[in-house]
T-cell receptor, first 113, second 115 residues
């Protein structure tokens, strides 16, 4: 079955440490997205990519980095510069063009040790 | 700029009674609108979408929504709630701008279903 796989499901970070969240899709979608979800705030866009080797900052990109070397993969690195990284992170993908629904993975919950 | 406002942060209904989750939108253009559902510790699942075809949109699991331009509303309804409907629901509008597909999310409505 086609879908989006995020790993790990739970992740713990020590102070000053970078961590990378994995996102893989086999839907053959060109566009991929990373969101952060905090209680009562809905989803906020961190980064998005419309095509391989290209990505754009979203609304809250500071302290995060991404790469898009393959169509299927869009990993997110939470750097030590992100001072409040505890959140639920969701990856999504969609067909290109406007007004397309996005398909979501099951998320990664990141906590600080 | 586009935005959505979900008018209730929490809604509680009894099993078998109707569900109404309210959403108002703001858009300078004819918007595309979506409703998504999220169960605990899961990703979001698309319930239905409106893209300027019929104003009454039917989705999965018996949900439907009506686009009302005069009221700038896109409320989600279901005739009879089931225990499995307990989840968080997000109203979403598609941002306008070239070929990008950015979505703008409401803050969510948590639906509780009492037995």
């Amino acid at each position: 079955d086609g879908g989006i796989t995020q790993s790990p499901k739970y992740l713990f970070r020590k102070e000053g440490q970078n961590v990378t969240l994995s996102c893989e899709q086999n839907l053959n979608h060109d566009a991929m997205y990373w969101y952060r979800q905090d209680p009562g705030q809905g989803l906020r866009l961190i980064y998005y990519s419309q095509i391989v080797n290209d990505f754009q900052k979203g609304d809250i990109a500071e302290g995060y980095s991404v790469s898009r070397e393959k169509k299927e993969s869009f990993p997110l690195t939470v750097t030590s510069a992100q001072k409040n990284p505890t959140a639920f992170y969701l990856c999504a993908s969609s067909l290109s063009g406007g007004n397309q629904p996005q398909h979501f993975g099951d998320g990664t919950r990141l906590s600080i040790l | 700029a586009q935005s959505v406002t979900q008018l209730d942060s929490h809604v509680s209904v009894s099993e078998g009674t109707p569900v109404l989750l309210r959403c108002n939108y703001s858009s300078s253009y004819s918007p595309s609108l979506f409703w998504y559902v999220q169960h605990p510790n899961k990703g979001l699942q698309l319930l239905l979408k409106y893209t300027s075809a019929a104003t009454l949109v039917k989705g999965i699991n018996g949900f439907e929504a009506e686009f009302k331009k005069s009221e700038t509303s896109f409320h989600l309804t279901k005739p009879s709630a089931h225990m499995s409907d307990a989840a968080e629901y997000f109203c979403v509008v598609s941002a306008v701008g070239g070929a990008t597909n950015k979505l703008i999310f409401g803050t969510g409505t948590l639906l509780a279903v009492q037995p």
